[in-house]
């Protein structure tokens, strides 16, 4: 068989293979405290003064050092881990979790970052360093970039350390360019770093007790739940069936 069946192979049955186990990478409670000290630097930058302080020093540096600094690459760039995750699939360098159960999870993160950062952008109604509008924090560029970032560390770390390293060095580049557009300030993208890691880190915590509850047996009863996929015609569906 050449390269190229191979790889069709290889996406086939990750494309269309049910879910199985849901693999985790280092997402465990205490894995939480990094990004949970990220969001609360954040929320103390609306009380603590130095930490605000801080904020506008490192403005004022940009506004000194690259004032004419202009760009809309992170746009692009807040993407560019989630699309790396599917990339390699594609090419046959398949990840730790199945696509069904990959997706499942990277539509998760988004709900809980969704339901954190982007609510709370309404709430504390922080004015932008430009003063275009008072959604500054935290920041949701950054937190996009932080979520793709660790969840391309949880599908391929385990194949390579450079995989969430050139992921989280996206979405670092990713913050820097809010804060030199003058988009949000420091405490902003911090934040938003810890959101985005955060979201990620408890959709794989979460996801396995979500997934065994439609995908199981009954230990007391025997009587299966079973979600499967099926593709046909261009379309893929799923049937839920439970053993009565």
Same mark, same amino acid.
């Not at 760009?71 to 760039?77: I, R, W």
């Not at 391929?156 to 060095?169: A, E, M």
């Given at each position: 068989?050449?390269?190229?069946?191979?790889?069709?192979?290889?996406?086939?049955?990750?494309?269309?293979?049910?879910?199985?186990?849901?693999?985790?990478?280092?997402?465990?409670?205490?894995?939480?405290?990094?990004?949970?000290?990220?969001?609360?630097?954040?929320?103390?930058?609306?009380?603590?003064?130095?930490?605000?302080?801080?904020?506008?020093?490192?403005?004022?540096?940009?506004?000194?050092?690259?004032?004419?600094?202009?760009?809309?690459?992170?746009?692009?760039?807040?993407?560019?881990?989630?699309?790396?995750?599917?990339?390699?699939?594609?090419?046959?360098?398949?990840?730790?979790?199945? =696509?069904?159960?990959?997706?499942?999870?990277?539509?998760?993160?988004?709900?809980?970052?969704?339901?954190?950062?982007?609510?709370?952008?309404?709430?504390?109604?922080?004015?932008?360093?430009?003063?275009?509008?008072?959604?500054?924090?935290?920041?949701?560029?950054?937190?996009?970039?932080?979520?793709?970032?660790?969840?391309?560390?949880?599908?391929?770390?385990?194949?390579?350390?450079?995989?969430?390293?050139?992921?989280?060095?996206?979405?670092?580049?990713?913050?820097?360019?809010?804060?030199?557009?003058?988009?949000?300030?420091?405490?902003?993208?911090?934040?938003?770093?810890?959101?985005?890691?955060?979201?990620?880190?408890?959709?794989?915590?979460?996801?396995?007790?979500?997934?065994?509850?439609?995908?199981?047996?009954?230990?007391?009863?025997?009587?299966?739940?079973?979600?499967?996929?099926?593709?046909?015609?261009?379309?893929?569906?799923?049937? =839920?069936?439970?053993?009565?």
């Amino acid at each position: 068989m050449g390269a190229n069946a191979q790889i069709v192979d290889s996406v086939k049955k990750d494309l269309f293979t049910a879910p199985d186990t849901v693999k985790h990478l280092h997402s465990t409670p205490l894995s939480l405290a990094i990004p949970t000290g990220l969001i609360t630097y954040g929320v103390l930058s609306f009380a603590v003064n130095p930490i605000r302080n801080f904020d506008y020093t490192v403005n004022n540096e940009i506004v000194r050092t690259a004032p004419n600094f202009n760009t809309k690459t992170e746009n692009f760039f807040q993407f560019a881990p989630i699309i790396m995750v599917y990339g390699l699939n594609l090419v046959g360098v398949n990840g730790k979790n199945t =696509f069904i159960d990959r997706t499942a999870l990277l539509g998760l993160s988004g709900a809980f970052l969704g339901a954190s950062a982007y609510i709370t952008k309404s709430a504390t109604h922080r004015l932008r360093p430009n003063g275009s509008d008072y959604l500054s924090f935290p920041s949701g560029h950054t937190s996009t970039a932080f979520l793709g970032a660790e969840f391309l560390a949880q599908e391929y770390t385990g194949k390579s350390v450079w995989y969430g390293l050139i992921g989280y060095g996206i979405a670092a580049t990713t913050g820097a360019f809010r804060l030199y557009n003058h988009d949000h300030w420091f405490s902003d993208v911090v934040a938003g770093a810890g959101y985005g890691v955060l979201s990620t880190k408890l959709s794989y915590l979460v996801y396995p007790y979500i997934r065994n509850a439609l995908t199981h047996t009954n230990n007391k009863t025997g009587k299966k739940t079973v979600l499967t996929p099926s593709y046909q015609d261009g379309t893929m569906s799923f049937t =839920f069936a439970k053993e009565l």
